[in-house]
């Protein structure tokens, strides 16, 4: 008798020619399911890389089965009716005369202990569900794993919805270690050094690498059709090129099925399995650019043929093929996915759409506007967060599509959403593109939007042009019939001019504080009490201020606003220069627990300046540096913050670096006309050059802080160079003398 064969059994799973990364937790995860679980789908788009998993989790465990394992490719099936043939042909049972090749495959599997995979099974759901229900129930010891774009929907199914490959982090210390630390960055790099072995990697080629991986979603697919590119292309070229990726991620394998040697076949494949009703709703959601929830998809998708009732089992169904990923906080569509459907629109389509899409968010963004200065705004602000990158695109296609006046009362709605976020500029660049390109709108709506201009230039610090912005609004409300407009129009037109003329200013913003009074414009009473406090700071009636910000803080404080924290900051500072130090860190500290994006920068400069008074150096400095970083970081200009550095700087001895500081604000401070900073700079600068043992810079600097403060007309400004020069003049008694007489009469 012949001795029995005892070599290893061949498996059943090809094996591969590259090699496979990630999906190590996958690996673990889905082998222990399949322990008690007997049918367990691998869901995903195409491309996710399914085929390469079961492959993987087929080798892993086929040693486990007395039987071994079996892959069933139904690729190249085309009709239902030989799925049972394709079953058959794997497991290696042949025909049986008259008997149905579905009751050979029952018959053949019923006794055996099998693993089997059945790959690519969407497109034939209809005849792979009834055969592998009936193998579970016919054949105990065999456990099927599959791959579907969708469900099988068979009772006692698992799905396993296969994610893209971990992202490389992005703004990364180090980008290539980021990329080798990523599933997708490790994919690229491997399929990159087969495609372009002499392809050395710079810090530039990472980020690059990084975008690549990140703009295609780490789906496998993509990035081996990615990394082939760069035979011809650098990562760099390779970014840029991806804004045309259907064109460009074509070069697939040979040996590879048609609809995975391209992306957009991959994606076509699935596409043209949907019913009509579902492909239009997918190619309505692409209007999103990003994150959605059912009530933006009723509101933008509904119409012309889908009834809202219907979205929801639509969207559903979607999720379910793999199209639409549902995430904790919504739904949102790969970028590929989301490109793809944007070409299928049709030209009509695609503007029903758009409008649909503009329409909705303006309303949110109005709806926000109207209740943007009460406590009710924060649900929406949030909502409004979600939806950033929808209000971008809207702006952005309305500009495009000469929507101008559309664009405009969008941004102008934002403008406290903005401020709140520290998105000035972003809000200024959207509102003075579309002010300068609407021609004919309703003058009121040009106003308006001309007042959010203005309202961010002054939180931007730019006084010159919140100044020419207002002037416009002004003129325009003059014939206007809505008195809110001109109270509005009255206010910024007072805060225009307060670091100019605080005299004039607070005149104007006393007049549009009564009218605002009369109209019950409660947040118009507040933001002109802050501005007549500011410019009784500077007028040197240091109580009248205090009384101001504290009337201004009271009705901020009933809506729970963010005026509180300005308030509170400006009242410490107010405390700090009548003497009282302790309440200014208290109130500083106070507006800081508070404070927004929009505060932020002015009370930490009003804390540092605390903490320098009464010797808390290194505090005061850190704080400066928050400061400073914060307002670099949102875009806003730092001349404000360097000159109050600067005195924090020599109150620590270290005139040196109070001057470097003085020297970066000063070319900015002569260009926006702020008097009494520019004066402030250089009164501080004659200190600095006086500490370092430079007496005559010291009077220069001071003279030229007296001609700014002259010029200005701001009388602080004038009483701090006059003091100045007198420290200059210290050996000249009746010259000193002179100038305290002037500095009293100036602050009087």
């Known amino acids: 008798m012949g001795q029995a064969d005892e070599s290893p059994r061949r498996s059943a799973f090809a094996p591969r020619t590259t090699t ?33 998993l079961a492959v993987a989790i087929g080798r892993a465990l086929e040693d486990g089965y007395a039987d071994g394992g079996t892959f069933v490719d139904l690729a190249p099936v085309h009709t239902g009716d030989l799925v ?43 005849s792979c569900a009834p055969l592998i229900d009936a193998i579970l129930r016919c054949c105990p010891q065999v456990t099927v794993l599959t791959t579907s774009r969708e469900p099988l929907g068979v009772d006692g199914e698992t799905t396993w919805r296969v994610p893209s490959l971990t992202l490389p982090a992005s703004g990364a210390d180090d980008p290539l270690g980021a990329l080798v630390d990523s599933d997708a960055g490790a994919l690229l790099l491997d399929r990159a050094q087969l495609a372009r072995p002499d392809l050395r990697w710079s810090v530039d080629d990472a980020v690059a690498a990084t975008r690549i991986c990140r703009r295609l979603d780490g789906i496998p697919l993509a990035l081996e059709l990615a990394a082939s590119r760069l035979r011809a292309y650098s990562p760099v070229e390779l970014v840029d090129a991806l804004d045309d990726r259907f064109a460009l991620l074509t070069a697939g394998p040979r040996t590879a099925p048609p609809r995975q040697r391209t992306l957009e076949a991959s994606i076509a494949w699935s596409y043209d399995l949907l019913i009509d009703s579902t492909a239009t709703l997918l190619r309505r959601l692409s209007v999103f650019a990003g994150t959605f929830v059912l009530d933006d998809a009723r509101a933008v998708c509904a119409g012309d043929g889908i009834a809202a009732s219907e979205i929801g089992g639509l969207l559903a169904d979607l999720v379910d093929r793999s199209f639409v990923q549902s995430e904790r906080d919504g739904y949102r ?23 649909a899409h503009l329409s909705y968010v303006a309303s949110i963004a109005h709806e926000f506007g109207r209740r943007a200065e009460s406590a009710e705004h924060l649900g929406l602000g949030e909502r409004i967060n979600r939806l950033l990158g929808d209000m ?36 200024r660049q959207w509102l003075e593109s579309a002010l300068a390109a609407e021609r004919g709108s309703d003058p009121d709506d040009r106003a308006h939007a001309l007042l959010a201009a203005a309202y961010l230039s002054l939180h931007s610090f730019d006084p010159r042009r919140q100044a020419e912005l207002t002037s416009e609004a002004v003129e325009l409300g003059h014939s206007s019939e809505d008195p809110k407009l001109r109270s509005r129009s009255m206010v910024l037109d007072g805060w225009s001019k307060v670091f100019v003329d605080p005299v004039l200013a607070r005149r104007l913003l006393e007049a ?22 500011a410019a009784a700071v500077l007028t040197g009636d240091l109580d009248g201020a205090a009384r101001e910000l504290e009337h201004g803080i009271e009705l901020a404080a009933r809506r729970n606003t963010y005026g509180v924290s300005f308030g ?62 914060d307002a670099a970081g949102i875009g806003n200009p730092t001349y404000i913050a360097a000159v109050d550095g600067a005195w924090v700087e ?17 070319p900015d401070l002569g260009m926006v006309g702020e008097s009494w900073y520019e004066a402030q700079a250089y009164r501080l600068l004659g200190d600095a050059a006086e500490a370092a ?56």
Request: hydrophobic share 45%; glycine share 12%; net charge negative.
């Open 333 to 355: 569509l790969l970028e590929s996915v989301a490109e793809y459907a944007v070409q299928r629109r049709s030209g009509g389509e695609d503007e029903r759409a758009r409008l």
């Open 693 to 748: 043992g430079d007496p005559v810079a010291a009077r220069e600097h001071r003279q030229q802080a007296m001609h700014v403060a002259d010029r200005g007309g701001n009388p602080l400004a004038r009483t701090v160079a006059l003091i100045g020069l007198a420290r200059s003049s210290g050996d000249d008694p009746v010259r000193v003398r002179a100038l305290v007489r002037d500095a009293i009469k100036a602050a009087s």
């Open 392 to 427: 971008r695109s809207a702006l952005g296609w309305a500009m495009r599509t000469d929507r101008e006046v559309d664009a405009m009362r969008l941004a102008a709605d934002l403008r406290l959403y903005w401020v709140i976020e520290g998105r000035m500029q972003e809000g």
């Open 512 to 533: 549009g504080r009564d009218l605002a009074v009369e109209l019950g414009e409660s947040p118009r009473v507040e933001f002109a009490s802050f501005g007549c406090g």
């Open 568 to 629: 509170r900051g400006a009242l410490g500072y107010v405390r700090l220069l009548t003497g009282h130090v302790d309440d200014a860190i208290r109130l500083t500290s106070e507006a800081l627990a508070v404070a927004g994006h929009d505060a932020r920068a002015l009370v930490g400069q009003w804390h540092a300046l605390a903490l320098a008074h009464v010797g808390r150096i290194e505090e005061a400095r850190e704080e400066m540096r928050g400061v400073l970083s």
């Open 84 to 126: 049972p043939n394709a079953v058959a042909a794997a497991v290696g049972l042949p025909e049986q005369g008259a008997m149905a090749l579905d009751e050979v495959v029952l018959a053949g599997l019923a006794g055996r202990h099998q693993l089997l995979v059945v790959d690519n099974c969407e497109g034939l759901l209809d």
């Open 650 to 666: 020599l109150a620590g001895g270290d005139p040196a670096a109070a001057t470097a500081l003085l020297s970066t604000a000063l």
């Open 20 to 52: 496979f990364i990630g999906r190590d937790v996958a690996l673990r995860d889905i082998s222990r399911l399949l322990e008690t679980r007997r049918l367990l789908t691998l869901v995903g788009p195409g491309g996710c890389g399914k085929t390469s």
